[in-house]
């Protein structure tokens, strides 16, 4: 994959993250009449984006440069501690605190399976499978 579209390829998850956020909060928010579980999802999506970007980087280190692999655990190990803590801390408000958690912090990988869905409807529409 040529640099130029991996980086809107990232772009296009990024802002399916963002609305994909933006309407969840709002639904969050009509369902439940809680702000605080609103705050917990945005949190939570706000950490997988940075996780998501921070591992971008570091794997473009490691492949460009090919330096970095121990970047890239203790990366990954601060990025583990720092959702467990994140985790414990709604785990102490309540047990639909924790569910709004875990759905903020699949926010990025329920943006990259929509991106593949609509790769391979682009792919059937243009006659490539």
């Known amino acids: 994959m040529e640099k130029k579209s991996s980086a809107q390829l990232i772009k296009r998850i990024l802002r399916t993250t963002?609305?994909?956020?933006?309407?969840?909060?709002?639904?969050?928010?009509l369902f439940t009449n809680k702000t605080i579980y609103s705050i917990i999802f945005?949190?939570?999506?706000?950490?997988?984006?940075?996780?998501?970007?921070?591992m971008i980087k570091v794997i473009d280190r490691i492949l460009n440069k090919?330096?970095?692999?121990?970047?890239?655990?203790?990366?990954?190990?601060l990025k583990m501690s720092v959702i467990a803590a994140t985790f414990f801390?709604?785990?102490r408000i309540s047990e639909s605190a924790v569910l709004f958690y875990i759905l903020g912090i699949s926010m990025v990988v329920v943006s990259i399976m929509i991106e593949g869905v609509f790769?391979?409807?682009r792919s059937f529409s243009n006659g490539r499978t």
């Open 18 to 29: 963002l609305i994909t956020s933006l309407l969840l909060i709002i639904l969050i928010y």
């Open 42 to 54: 945005l949190f939570a999506t706000i950490i997988s984006i940075a996780g998501f970007l921070i």
């Open 66 to 77: 090919g330096k970095g692999q121990v970047l890239f655990f203790l990366t990954g190990f």
């Open 89 to 91: 801390l709604a785990s």
């Open 119 to 121: 790769q391979l409807f």
